[in-house]
């Protein structure tokens, strides 16, 4: 039983209480589009799908997106790479109870960015944002640091935000890589360079 309540996540309303560093609680709670953010922060921003096919949701996002028990869903995994480097594993779920009217552009994203669809579509509405310290054994962190090649045991710190439409519920969940912390705005990184 241990074993499996290390792989849960404990999700909180307010930021302070997973007790990340202050830079990056900077990248938790910014509001608006990620995606926007992130291309303010980079020469060059590209989503890498990782993969988009049905799957079991994990245990600690059943309840979430209204179910009883980790069940089928459309999942899909993306690396948002800043410059080429990975600063952010994206993961979504969709209940298979979503059709395609509810989500119509779901399917055909392929490595477009999804937040770019669901800030521009006024159907949708936001959730709360909820955030999470993710232990080296949760299945989230783990496959983060597969994906963007990490070494070592880090904490990863993620949130997450549950969207509607219609009738259709969607689960977004970022996890923070640290080399986002590393990143300014991209006006800087030119100033810096016209100077050397």
Known sequence: MKGRSLRLANWHSHVIAVNAPEAMRHWLTGGGSLTNKLKAH???????KLH????????????????????????????????????????????TTADASDWPLFSALGERS???????????????????????????????????GLQGEQILYARRCLYQRHNGLLLVTE????????????RANSTLENRT
Do not use: K
């Open 114 to 148: 999804l937040g770019s669809t669901l800030f521009g579509d006024p159907q949708v509405r936001r959730g709360e944002l909820e955030f999470a310290r993710l232990r080296p054994c949760h299945p989230l962190a783990r496959r983060a640091r597969a994906a963007a």
């Open 42 to 48: 980079s020469r060059a921003f590209r989503v890498q």
């Open 52 to 95: 988009q096919h049905p799957a079991l949701c994990l245990a600690d996002e059943a309840a979430a997106i209204g179910l009883h028990r980790p069940s089928r869903v459309v999942e899909r995994e993306v690396l948002l790479r800043c410059d080429n480097t990975p600063v952010v594993f994206g993961h979504t779920v969709v209940p």
């Open 175 to 186: 996890v923070f890589l640290p080399e986002v912390l590393s990143l300014a705005p991209a």
